[in-house]
C-alpha cells in the first residue's frame, strides 16, 4: 500500500515535471523563432539595401559625367542631346528592374534641390522636367551632396507615395566634387517585398517546426497516459496477486477451520481455484480433504451433538436465522473427541446458490479441558472447605463482617450453623467476638488490607453455648482491578487446646517450678524491655551456694520445703519497684528500680539478712547477697548477675549471712584470675613453655646451717601480668584441674634436678615437691611418680612430698593409704603450713608421716611474742613426740632461728639461709656450702 502510493507520487511528479519541461521547451522555442524570423527581417533588408546600393551604383557609374556637366539644370537642357541620352537611359534602367518606380538625377542649384533628368516619360503626369525644383526634397537628399556616400533614406512619403530611396553621389571625374545625386526610388511595398518574403517562409519553416514540436508533445503525452496506464493494470495485477497470494496463505495458515459446505456435504474445490477446506479443518478433524468430502458431516459430528447440529442447521437452512455457532465435539478417525467452537454462516458467490454456507471451527478442547479442571478443583475446594478443620468464610468489609460464605466447619467452631451467620440472618461475626478484641480486629484489618497483606491473628470467641474458644485467624482482602475491596477471605481454626498448652508452657517457661517465682529468663525480658528506662536500677542476688548440704543432710523434701518457704518469705520484701526472680535453684534475685541512693539499697540488704535470719534452717549452710547498681556495669543480666555473683562471693566471711556492693576492684579481680586461668591452661600443657619453671629453696639444719635438702616450688612469669605467685595460681590450677599437668611438670622437673644434685655425688640432698589433694587423689599418682623415678634413675629415699592438712578432712583413709604405700618407697612425707587446717596433732600420730613444716604464721610470732608466750616450741617437741621430723618454714630472723635451735627444731627454711633459686643457683649455693665431705643425711 506504502509502495502504491509512492508510485502514484512518483508518476504524478513525473507528469508535471514533463509539462514543466515542454512549456520551458515551447518558450525557448517560441523566442528562438521569433529571433530567427527577426533575423531573417534583418538580413533581408541588408540583402536589399546592398543590392539597390549596387545596382543603383553601378547606374551612376554608367552615367557620363562630362555629359552631365554639360546640363544645366533648367528647362533649356531639354534640348541638349545629353539630356535626351542622359534620360532615355534613365527610362530604360527604370524599366530593367520592375522593382523601381522612379529613377532621376538631382542637384543643387542655388540652395535649391532641381531635377536634372528623371526616368518618367515627358507625357506622364510625373515627368519632372529639368530644373523642376523637387520641392518636398529631404535633408537626407542633400547628405550625400555634402558627405560623398551613397545614403538609403527611411521610407518618405510624399505625394506620390511612401518611398525608399537609393542616393548615389555623382562626383566630378577631375575633383571629385559631388556634382548631382543619382536617386533610385523604391515603392516601400516593392523594397519591404523580399524581406516579407523572407520572413514569412522563415515563419513558415518555424511554424512548420513548431508543429512537429507540438505533435511531438502530444505524441509523447500521448505516450505517457497509455505508459501510465500499462502501469496501473501491472499494479493492479499485482495487487489482485497479492491479494490472492494474502487469502491463501490465511486460508491455508488460519487457526482456525474453514470448511465450504452444501447442505450435509463438504465442498471438494470450487471455480476458479478457490481452496474449500483449509488445513487447519483437516488437522481439528484428523481426516484429509478427500476424506471429508467423501461423508457428510454429521458423520464427524459426535452423536450427543449431532441433534442440536442439525436442529440448528435446518432452522439455518429454511432462513430462519442467519446462522448460529455452537460448542460441539467431533469424533476423529482413532476415536478420540474433540471440542470445537463451530460458527456457520451462509455463502454466496455470484448468486450461486451451490454453496450454501461456510463453516469455522476452532479448537477448544484446552479450554473445555481447563473447565473440567476447574470445575473438579471448585468441587474438591468446597470439599476441602467443608472438611477444614475450622471456618473457612467470605466476608463482606464491614463492621459486622457479614458472611457472604462460611463453610460447614462453622457450627463446629461457634456452635452455630453456617446459614444462621450468612448476611447475619441469626447473628452477625462480631457478635462472636468479645468486645475487648472487636476493635483491635478491625484496627488490625484495616492495617494490613491498607498494604494488601495478610491477617493473622489469634483472639477469643464466644461459641453459642457461651464457651470461650481461643481461635487462629488467617485471612485476606479479594480487591477489584482498581485495588478496592470486594470481600475479605480467610479461615478460623479453634486453637484453644493449643493455647492452654502455650498458656502453661509460658507460664513454665517464666517461672520456677518449684517456688512460683520469675525465672532468670523472665528477668532478662523484664531487663529487656525495660533497657531504656531512664532510673536507678539494681540487682540483688541471694546466693546460697551450700544449700546443697541442707539437702544432703535433711534430704530434698526439706530442701524444697525450705526453699519454698525462703521464696514466700522474700517475697514479701517486694513492691513496685522490688521485684523476686529466681535465677537457679540456689540463688534468688531482687530487682530493684527507681531507688534514690545506696543507703536505701543497703537498708534492702538488712531486711534481707533479718528475713533470712528468720530461718534456723539456713543458718547452717549461710547465704551470701551481692549487690550490683546497673550504674557500675552493662544492662546485659548475664553480666550484671555475674558481677553480683562476684559481689556475693567477696564478702568477708566470719558472718553466716553477709552483703557486699559490687565493684570495680572485685572485677578487676576476677579478670586478672580469668587471665591467669587461660594463660595457664596453655603454658601447662606445652612442655616447652618456659612460662612455667621450678625454684628450689634449700632446707637446712637448724643447728649446723648445712643444706640437707631442697623445696620445689612452682613459678609462673605471665605475659601479661608478670610474675604470678604460686598462692595465686595454684589454687585456679586446682580449681580448673590444671594442677594434674601442673604438678607432672614440676614433679619431673624436680627429680631431674635432684638426678644432677646425684650426679654431683650429693647422695643424701632430700628434694621435696608440693603435692595437692587433687593431685594426691587421682589414681595415676603413684604410678606417674614411680616411673618418674624409674626414668630419671634418682634415689627414692631423697624425695619427699608435702601435702596440706586439709587433705585429710574427707578422704582420710584413702589418703593414708596412699601415704603407706609412698612411705613403703621410702618417699618422705611432710605436712605442710602445720597449724594452720583442721588437723590436729592428735590426729597426726595416725598418719603416715614424717615431717611438719610448722607454718610461717607460728614463725613470724616469734618475733613479737615472747619466748614464753610462743607455742612454736610445744608444736616442735609434741611433733618429735610423735616422731616427726620437724622443719620451720619462714625463717627470716637469726632470733626465730636461734629459738628454733633452742626448741630443738631440726631444720629450717627460710630467707634467713636462702630465697627459692633457679636450679643453677641452687647447685652453686649447694657445692658451696656443703663441702662433699662434709654432707650429712637428715
Ligand atoms: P609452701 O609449700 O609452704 O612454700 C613455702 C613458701 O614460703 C614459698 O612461697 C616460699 O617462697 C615462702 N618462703 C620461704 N621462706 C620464706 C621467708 O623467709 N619469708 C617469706 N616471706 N616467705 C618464705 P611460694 O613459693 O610463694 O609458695 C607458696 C605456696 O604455693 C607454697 O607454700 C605451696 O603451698 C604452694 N606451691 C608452690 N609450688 C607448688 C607446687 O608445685 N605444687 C603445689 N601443689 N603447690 C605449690
Ligand atoms: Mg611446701
Ligand atoms: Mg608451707
Known sequence: MKNLIQQKLQANINDKTTKYIFIIAFIAFLCAGIIYMHFSWNSSIKETQEEVTRLAEAAEAGISKTQLLELNGDPSDL?????????????????????????????????????????????????????????????????????????????????????????????????????????????????????????????????????????????FSQNRALSIEKQKLMNADVKLKESETLFRTVFDQATIGIAIGHDEQYIASIPDHIPSINPMYEKILGRTQEELTAVSWKDLTHPDDVALDVEYYNKFKTGEIDGYDMEKRYVRPDGTTIWTHMMVSPLRLNNNTRYTHICLIEDISKRKEMERVLY??????????????????????????????????????????????????????????????????????????????????????????????????????????????????????????????????????HHDTLTGLYNRRYFEEVMDREKTLNVKKAVLLV??????????????NFGEKLMKELASNLLLICSQNCRLFQISSDRFAFYIKAYHNKKELTSLCSTVMDT??????????????????????????DTILKNALIAAENVHENQIFRYSFFNKKMEEAVMRE??????????????????????????????????????????????????????????????????????????????????????????????SFNVSTIQLLREDFMSDLVQAIHETQVTSGNLGIEITESLFLNN???????????????????????????????????????????????????????????????????????????????????????????????????????????????????????????????
Not at 838 to 848: G, I, K, M, P
Open 812 to 938: 582420710y583413709q584413702e589418703i593414708n593409704q596412699k601415704l603407706e604405700k609412698l612411705k613403703r618407697l621410702g618417699i618422705k612425707i611432710a605436712i605442710d603450713d602445720f597449724g594452720t587446717g583442721y588437723s590436729s596433732l592428735a590426729r597426726e600420730r595416725e598418719l603416715n608421716v614424717n615431717c611438719l613444716k610448722i607454718d610461717k604464721y607460728f614463725i613470724d610470732k616469734l618475733m613479737y611474742l615472747k619466748p614464753e608466750q610462743a607455742i612454736t616450741g610445744d608444736i616442735i617437741s609434741m611433733a618429735h613426740k610423735l616422731g616427726h621430723l620437724v622443719i620451720a618454714e619462714g625463717v627470716e630472723q637469726e632470733e626465730q632461728r636461734q629459738y628454733l635451735v633452742e626448741n630443738n627444731c631440726d631444720l629450717i627454711q627460710g630467707y634467713l639461709f636462702s630465697k627459692p633459686l633457679l636450679p643453677e643457683a641452687a647447685m652453686e649455693i649447694l657445692e658451696r656450702k656443703n663441702p662433699r665431705e662434709n654432707s650429712k643425711p637428715i
Open 79 to 219: 534640348d541638349k542631346l545629353n539630356y535626351q541620352e542622359l534620360k532615355n537611359g534613365l527610362i530604360l534602367f527604370s524599366k530593367l528592374d520592375k522593382k523601381l518606380r522612379f529613377v532621376y538625377i538631382l542637384a543643387q542649384r542655388q540652395d535649391q534641390i532641381v531635377f536634372l533628368a528623371d526616368s518618367e516619360e515627358p507625357d506622364s503626369s510625373d515627368y519632372s522636367p529639368p530644373g523642376q525644383v523637387y520641392s518636398e526634397a529631404y535633408r537626407e537628399y542633400i547628405e550625400p551632396l555634402q558627405s560623398g556616400k551613397t545614403v538609403i533614406t527611411k521610407p518618405i512619403e510624399d505625394r506620390w507615395g511612401t518611398w525608399i530611396s537609393v542616393l548615389v553621389p555623382m562626383k566630378k571625374p577631375q575633383t571629385g566634387e559631388v556634382m548631382a545625386v543619382f536617386g533610385v526610388d523604391y515603392p516601400t511595398e516593392t523594397w519591404y517585398g523580399y524581406a516579407v518574403t523572407q520572413t514569412v517562409q522563415a515563419g513558415f519553416a518555424v511554424a512548420c517546426i513548431f508543429m512537429v514540436f507540438i505533435a511531438l508533445y502530444f505524441a
Open 674 to 767: 580469668a587471665e591467669i586461668k587461660s594463660e595457664l591452661s596453655m603454658v601447662v600443657l606445652n612442655s616447652e613453655d618456659d612460662r612455667l619453671f621450678v625454684e628450689y629453696q634449700p632446707i637446712v639444719g637448724a643447728k649446723t646451717n648445712q643444706i640437707v635438702g631442697f623445696e620445689a616450688l612452682a613459678r609462673f612469669q605471665s605475659d601479661k601480668l608478670g610474675r604470678v605467685s604460686p598462692l595465686e595460681f595454684i589454687p585456679m590450677a586446682e580449681e580448673t584441674q590444671l594442677i594434674v599437668p601442673l604438678g607432672q611438670r614440676i614433679m619431673r622437673a624436680a627429680l631431674l634436678f635432684l638426678k644432677q644434685i646425684e650426679e654431683k655425688g650429693f647422695n643424701d640432698i632430700a628434694m
Open 543 to 556: 546466693d546460697l551456694t551450700n544449700f546443697t548440704l541442707i539437702n544432703q543432710t535433711f534430704g530434698y
Open 612 to 637: 533470712l535470719n528468720t530461718m534456723p534452717a539456713l543458718k547452717t549452710v549461710g547465704a551470701s547477697v551481692g549487690i550490683v547498681e546497673t550504674d557500675d556495669c552493662s544492662d546485659d543480666l
Open 376 to 509: 473438579d478443583n471448585q468441587r474438591s475446594r468446597m470439599v476441602l472447605l467443608d472438611n477444614l478443620p475450622g471456618m473457612a468464610y467470605r466476608c463482606c468489609h464491614d463492621r459486622e463482617w457479614t458472611m457472604e460464605f462460611v463453610s460447614q466447619g462453622c457450627f463446629a467452631l461457634t456452635g452455630y450453623h453456617a446459614d444462621s451467620l450468612i448476611n447475619n440472618k441469626e447473628i452477625c461475626f462480631n457478635q462472636l467476638i468479645p468486645e475487648k478484641y472487636q476493635e483491635f480486629l478491625w484496627m488490625k484489618w484495616e492495617e494490613r488490607l491498607s498494604e494488601h497483606a495478610k491477617l493473622t491473628e489469634e483472639y477469643e470467641m464466644i461459641t453459642a453455648s457461651g464457651e470461650v474458644k481461643w481461635v487462629w485467624e488467617q485471612g485476606q482482602g479479594i480487591y477489584d482491578e482498581e485495588g478496592n475491596i470486594i470481600a475479605l477471605e480467610g479461615l478460623i481454626i479453634d486453637i484453644t487446646e493449643r493455647k492452654k498448652q502455650e498458656i502453661k508452657l509460658n507460664y513454665m517457661n
